[in-house]
């Protein structure tokens, strides 16, 4: 093709920093905090096995027929009831089942964003939905943000006015693992009522709250105005792509034409088997377990670095979720270090890319849910060790 | 939300006449040819659930887990060695799995369109790739056809000298039915080798060729400047959301990192069940059963239109697919004459939503597939009773 041909938006796009390292790390001899993909062993596999007999067996040509763009209707119903709390009353015409909770962020841009529109997010914000929204390319302003998260107080009017949306994730957020306190999105929900600011609040990770004690969402407190959206990936399987937007019917309505338009509607076998499982209260006892699971690898991470790591480093402490959020000391660049740690056969993601402004470029991601906890010992061993010189190198 | 939120594709955004007719037509009541559902009849239930049971018992975590966006890369062989023909000799590089045949038009779209490029598509084309394109704002461009299709002579230099490419339906096009000659895909080929015209091949329906004289793709003409779209839905089931892109490396290269931003990647079980039915060749005999149920599909509403139809209507008489394309006598509107035909318990799609130029209002696309012969029989009878009625009215 000529250049010309493509869009502007084609010739912008440049491959994924987190993509590019993780095929990298491939190799099995990498010991990688890079993925953030969920842990196999919580996949219920049985249960998906039985689902899809089921499924395959009482109802096939519906499973593998078109269906609507809206959803599967009882999976939608699923969704409204479970998330009808904290004074919330749900009907399914407030749910969107989406492919994956990528395409709701893909949705979200499509039906909100002009060239140039201002977007607020958090610094540091989730490279994917970074990723979704420039295809339209708006104009970031980041938000900046403390250990807690998102500070509210830096929402001026001037910021606020004419902004299409924050796109906020309050629960130990990607790629942080910072919870936002109750205050602060009461303080958010104020702003939303107030001055009519969109909130995109995304939650893939609240379920994987380890010491449950979930906090209201911002959406049960200004539901007219916040889009909610919240994924099958890291309760389920990922590799269903099953999501949801939850919004007033308005919205919902605009959001089913973009889908129409993106992939008519997600795979009916896929939203009928996850209903399957879901259907008779399974989560109930299968969320615990990952919690537990994940609690213990976030333990023996947080021990590890508390062992290896130099003086002068810092990170979060996450309640639940999957990631840990480092700051080295001032003046190291993760991403040359990145280079370094793959030498070393150890792999995460610098900090950098998350941002939409200037990059704190001495911070890095570390997931801790893939990996066995002996293993984690091992690589934030290597990367403790790999700080340490570059310390030492600088200090000769 | 304030309208001002909104993005100016979303505010232009409204629901497609075809939607909105099949939510009429849901009632059990209604004959209706309206819908482009393959015949459930065709689904390969024993099959799939099979595939699904070794699929989820074999390797469940991988089928679980988030995968490649590029698809699955058995998948993706298999698709590159099928269309390895009439001279092509493909690599998985070639090849992108997407969420559906949709998802390739969206992703196109994205990666081709700017706000006001030029697109070329036939008069009439495919309602749902208008839809997609739409959202990115092209200015469309229609290219005249005849009885056998687009005319390669309308593509005069003018036209084709900064298009972003020519949207096409060379095999049974949706929604007329008809197949592009030999002759005309040898012009288009040689247009887009002299002139550089990108050129999508749009081609659901190819297999669905009933007397087995499959003729050369454009893209066996012109591998360099040809993405040929495919799909699953057609020969093995719709509700999987199968499809895929064949294209020169670079533009795959581009369509996958919009397809990244887009759901991260199509289902990993819905790729690997696909993968497992059609690996030792069960399409070779499923595609012929599909076939001689079509056909015999297509006879019957051939001869229901022969016998109920007035004179002074037409319509194609197609060797493969899903649809027959009507036109009525001049100066009846199908738009106006839905309303009765509904009230007659008989529906279609009227003609006019697939033209982006002036309509041709008088007509109208028919799908064979979905109503079983005896009600062909009779919703054709209704709606010839209806056209003469019509034009008897307007004699009097």
Redo the contacts between chains.
């Keep these: ?2 250049e010309w ?6 010739r912008k ?4 920093a987190i ?1 590019e390292i993780l095929k990298v790390t491939e190799r099995p001899e990498v010991i990688s905090f890079a993925g953030g ?2 842990s ?1 062993a919580t ?1 219920p ?1 049985e249960q ?2 039985a689902a ?2 089921r499924v ?2 009482d109802t ?8 609507a ?1 809206e959803g599967f209707a009882p999976l939608r119903e699923w969704v409204a009831r479970r998330y009808s709390r904290d004074g919330l009353a749900l009907s399914p015409d407030n749910v969107l089942i989406t ?2 909770s ?2 709701g ?2 949705l979200i841009g ?6 140039g ?1 201002r977007v607020l997010v958090e610094a540091p914000s989730y490279l ?1 939905a970074l ?2 929204f ?3 390319s708006p104009v970031y302003v980041p938000v900046p943000t403390d250990v807690h998260g998102l500070l509210p107080d830096a929402l001026t009017p001037e910021l606020v006015s004419g902004a ?2 924050l796109y906020a994730m309050p629960n130990f957020q990607n790629p942080t693992g910072r919870r936002l306190p109750m205050a602060r999105r009461e303080a958010l929900a104020a702003l939303a009522r107030r001055d ?1 600011l ?1 909130i995109i609040e995304d939650d893939p990770y609240g379920e994987l709250d380890y010491e449950g004690q979930r906090l209201p969402s911002i959406m049960s407190l200004a539901p007219e ?1 916040v889009l909610y959206m919240g994924s099958f ?1 890291k309760v389920l ?5 099953l999501g949801f937007i939850i919004a ?1 019917p ?2 919902i309505a ?1 959001l089913v ?2 889908k ?11 939203q009928r ?1 996850a209903y399957e499982v879901v259907r008779d209260g399974f989560l109930d006892t299968h969320i615990p377990s990952i919690r537990t699971l994940y609690a213990a690898q976030a333990q023996a991470m947080l021990a590890a670095l508390e062992k290896h790591m130099p003086a002068g480093t810092t990170w979060t402490t996450p309640a639940g979720g999957m990631f840990i959020w480092l700051t080295l000391p001032a003046g190291i660049d993760t991403m040359q270090l990145l280079e370094k740690a793959i030498e070393q056969n150890v792999a995460f993601v610098p900090g950098a890319p998350f941002y939409v402004g200037t990059p704190q470029a001495n911070t890095l991601r570390l997931s801790f849910v893939t990996v066995p906890p002996e293993k984690i010992e091992a690589g934030v061993g290597r990367l403790g060790a790999l700080v340490a010189q570059t310390l030492e190198r600088r200090a000769a």
Tied chains: 1, 2.
């Design positions: 093709m000529h041909q493509y869009s502007e938006r084609a796009l440049t491959s994924s993509r993909l969920p196999p996949f596999v998906m096995r899809a007999e395959l067996t096939p040509q519906a499973a593998l027929q078109y269906s763009t492919t994956g990528q395409q962020l893909d499509k039906i909100f964003i002009d060239e529109s994917g990723q979704s420039s295809l339209f299409r949306f009519g969109v105005r990936s399987a990922p590799g269903l792509r007033p308005a919205v605009k034409q973009a129409q338009a993106a992939d008519l509607h997600t795979p009916s076998l896929t088997i």
